[in-house]
C-alpha cells in the first residue's frame, strides 16, 4: 500500500504509537501487547492491530511487539528520507512555546528559523533559533531550504501570509491562528483552532454534567 493511502487519523495514531514507544524503549521494555498500547492511547486492541495491518507491520504476537522493531517500522512510514526544516511564523509566546516544546524531541523534523516582524525580535536567537526580517521570507526559506511552516502570528494577518508562502516554495503549513487558511493544491495545511477544541471540551463537560444530573 501506498502511504498516500493511509487514512488521516491512522497517521495521527502511528505518531502517538510512536512517542508511546520510545518512551517505553527508554525506560528498557523491549516488548508490548496490543491491548496494553492500546491502554496507554485510550483505544481499543482491535483498532491498533487495525493500524498496524494497515501498514504491513507483522509480529509475534506470543511475545508482543518488539517496541525497537516497530519504532524503526513506523518511523519508515511517517519520516522523510531527509530531515525537514520549519519556520515559525510569529516569534510571540505562543511561538516561543512551540519552539521551546519541539525541538529536543529526537525526530526527523527540526525548527531552524523564525520570522517576525518587530524589530526587536529580528536578529535576535530566540530559544535557540534566529529569528528573520519577515522583509526577506522568500529568499530566507530558500536559503535554509525549509519545507514546513507554523504559523503563531496574530489571527488578523493570517491571511496575508498565503501569498508568501506559496512563493517560497513550502509544501506543508501548520495554522495555529484562529483563522481558517486555504492554500493551492500540492500544499498540506492543517488548521489547529485551540478556541474550536475548548469549546469541543466544555461543550461535552457541560453534556456530563446534565447527565450526571438525571
Do not use: W
Not at 45 to 63: C, E, H, N, P, W
Not at 140 to 169: E, K, Q, T
Not at 189 to 213: C, G, Q, R, S
Amino acid at each position: 500500500m501506498s502511504n498516500n493511502n493511509i487514512p488521516e487519523k491512522t497517521i495521527e495514531r502511528l505518531s502517538e504509537y510512536r512517542r508511546t514507544l520510545m518512551n517505553l524503549h527508554r525506560q528498557g521494555i523491549t516488548h508490548i501487547f496490543s491491548h496494553v498500547l492500546a491502554g496507554m492511547q485510550g483505544i481499543t486492541a482491535v483498532q491498533v492491530r487495525r493500524d498496524l495491518m494497515l501498514i504491513g507491520f507483522s509480529s509475534d504476537t506470543k511475545k508482543g511487539y518488539d517496541v525497537e522493531v516497530l519504532i524503526d517500522f513506523i518511523n519508515g512510514i511517517l519520516d522523510s528520507p531527509t530531515p525537514m526544516n520549519i519556520a515559525v511564523i510569529g516569534m510571540g509566546h505562543l511561538g516561543q512555546a512551540i519552539t521551546r516544546y519541539f525541538n529536543g524531541k529526537g525526530l526527523n523534523l527540526k525548527i531552524v528559523a523564525a520570522f517576525d516582524v518587530d524589530p526587536e525580535k529580528v536578529g535576535q536567537t530566540i530559544e535557540e533559533i534566529p529569528c528573520y526580517s519577515m522583509d526577506d521570507f522568500e529568499a530566507d526559506v530558500s536559503s535554509l531550504d525549509i519545507n514546513i511552516a507554523v504559523l503563531s502570528c496574530p489571527s488578523r494577518i493570517a491571511s496575508d501570509l498565503v501569498v508568501p508562502i506559496v512563493n517560497a516554495g513550502i509544501k506543508g503549513v501548520l495554522n495555529f491562528t484562529s483563522k481558517p487558511l486555504n492554500f493551492p493544491l500540492g500544499i498540506v495545511v492543517e488548521n489547529y483552532d485551540i478556541t474550536t477544541l475548548l469549546e469541543k471540551v466544555a461543550y461535552f463537560v457541560k453534556e456530563n454534567e446534565e447527565n450526571n444530573e438525571m
